[in-house]
């Protein structure tokens, strides 16, 4: 069974950063390509970014792009959403989640984390 324990997160200033981290549990080398979702208060969940197996390839959603940045680090089996010039809008609570194969669905992810807190103050 995959576990993913997120850390990382916080309240912050409009322009500031943040970073989250997903640590992904119970075993080394994952084979599994890992994405970031975020669910704001009254709205669905939306795809923030994936990046694949070997960190190779990165997808980002176009609100996030070129603000926002994927990364793992496969020796620690551990992914990074790093945040920057945070908006207002950016404001939800995120999650990290595993899947088979890169995608911004999220039926797609079969394991999910549970989820931190990011909030952003104008």
């Known amino acids: 069974q995959v576990q993913l324990v997120e850390s990382g997160g916080g309240q912050v200033q409009a322009g500031g950063s943040l970073r989250l981290s997903c640590v992904e549990s119970g075993r080394t080398g994952s084979p599994y390509v890992m994405g970031w979702f975020r669910q704001a208060p009254g709205k669905d969940r939306e795809f923030v970014g994936a990046i694949n197996r070997s960190g190779g390839i990165k997808e980002y959603a176009a609100s996030v792009k070129g603000r926002f940045t994927v990364s793992r680090d496969k020796r620690k089996n551990t992914v990074y959403l790093e945040m920057n010039n945070l908006r207002p809008g950016d404001t939800a609570v995120y999650f990290c989640?595993?899947?088979?194969?890169?995608?911004?669905?999220?039926?797609?992810?079969?394991?999910w984390g549970q989820g931190r807190q990011v909030t952003v103050s104008s």
């Open positions: 989640a595993a899947a088979g194969f890169i995608s911004g669905g999220s039926r797609e992810y079969l394991y």
